[in-house]
């Protein structure tokens, strides 16, 4: 016998969306005031759109997952669409104040991320971690506000580059853990909680459950960028990644040989298949700088130039390979820091104003709410 068909009531979505809880503050969208939308079309297809805290919200795969769930099982729902926007800043101070955190207190789940720049290569050695390392200390000069997050979990270096190999970071109030600051960056690191030169055989589901505990328990608190040092190779971790934060962006670091252009294209292709967009290229040890200022053009040149346009994005800076820059990251201290005239430090800074200039056409703008972004998963 075929079944009635009727047409949900936007009550009944509303009811459904009770069972919608959201991870961090553990109550449900509805109560939370983050049902932005229902829209209730003829055949039963339903559109909802949820308001994000953050528009770099790592929770949103949740979300669609979770809204899909419990929409999709009303009678009468055909389709479920899940778009996204993001609270307005009076907004999130009404859910605060709502929740009884006081201004800026505390910082996890409220708090914002402008850009997420995943920095990855495709094979070590090429300096990734350096430019990470420069490249936040360039950002935090210019006044922004910028995170570094190590998931190099093979082969971490960063707490090593600013001086806070073997510490340990806190953890507040929220139970959350509170990122080691130096150099004006704040830094989070697998190398502050396993023991020095351990050799930690990291699985799948592990650094899935460690990336993702990195994003969402750790206060960040605001920042303009959080720069993720990703691991070599292009499998597991930028999948995780993408997963994570599906709304991050690469950056390309490649050095001037073929090979290694080669491999950073590969990088770029994962890259596509994940639908992270590729912000820029950085082309590292582009010829050795003598400290007298002589050039030698060691690994050739051309190949960052060469990758940029082929995947039709800017070369940010093409820097040279300078020995301060290696020995100030043994010394802790990141050159940028130190000796910002290097020719290797101007070149990480001019790259570092080339992402801040880019900044607001990048940034994770609120959908305004009638647009939906479309984002769905097929129902069950
Ligand atoms: N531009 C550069 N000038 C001098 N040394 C560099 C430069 N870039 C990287 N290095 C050195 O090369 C080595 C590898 O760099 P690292 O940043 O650890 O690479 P990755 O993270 O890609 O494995 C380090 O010893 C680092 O100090
Ligand atoms: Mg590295």
Not at 233 to 249: F, H, N, R
Request: net charge negative.
């Amino acid at each position: 016998m075929a079944e009635t068909l009727t047409t949900p009531t936007e009550d009944q979505i509303r009811e459904a969306l009770t069972s919608v809880i959201d991870p961090e503050l553990k109550r449900s969208v509805v109560e939370l005031g983050m049902v932005r939308t229902i829209a209730i079309g003829a055949a039963g297809a339903v559109g909802v759109t949820i308001s994000l805290t953050t528009g770099g919200c790592p929770l949103r795969n949740q979300f669609i997952a979770d809204v899909n769930e419990h929409v999709g099982s009303v009678p009468g729902v055909s389709s479920v669409e899940v778009a996204f926007d993001v609270l307005s800043d009076e907004e999130k101070s009404a859910l605060r104040a709502k929740l009884g955190m006081p201004g800026g207190l505390p910082t996890g789940a409220l708090a914002t991320i402008g850009s997420i720049l995943c920095i990855g290569s495709g094979k070590g050695g090429v300096g990734k971690s350096s430019l990470t390392a420069n490249l936040a200390v360039a950002l935090a000069n210019e006044g922004k506000s910028v995170g570094i997050l190590d998931a190099d979990v093979w082969g971490y270096s960063i707490p090593r580059m600013f001086g806070l190999g073997g510490q340990r970071p806190p953890v507040d109030a929220t139970r959350k853990i509170v990122p080691l600051e130096a150099h004006g960056v704040k830094v989070m690191s697998i190398g502050f909680f396993v023991e020095e030169d351990s050799a930690v055989v990291w699985r799948g589901p592990m650094l899935h459950k460690a990336l993702t505990q990195f994003l969402q328990d750790v206060a960040w608190g605001d920042l303009d960028f959080l720069l993720i040092d990703l691991p070599p190779g292009t499998g597991d971790v930028s999948m995780t990644l993408a997963q994570l934060v599906p709304q991050s962006e690469f950056v390309l670091v490649t050095t001037p040989q073929d090979t290694a252009q080669k491999v950073a294209r590969r990088a770029a292709e994962m890259a596509d298949k994940v639908e992270i967009p590729v912000a820029g290229v950085i082309e590292n040890m582009a010829g050795f700088v003598t400290p007298e200022g002589g050039r030698y053009e060691i690994f050739g040149r051309g190949g960052g130039q060469a990758l940029a346009d082929e995947v039709d994005v800017p070369l940010l800076a093409s820097v040279p390979l300078t020995m301060p820059l290696r020995e100030q990251a043994d010394a802790g201290e990141p050159l940028v820091s130190v000796n910002p005239d290097d020719p290797a430090a101007q070149a990480v800074r001019s790259a570092a104003r080339g992402l801040i200039a880019m900044a607001p056409v990048r940034v994770q703008a609120p959908a305004p709410a009638p647009a939906p972004i479309g984002m769905s998963l097929p129902m069950a």
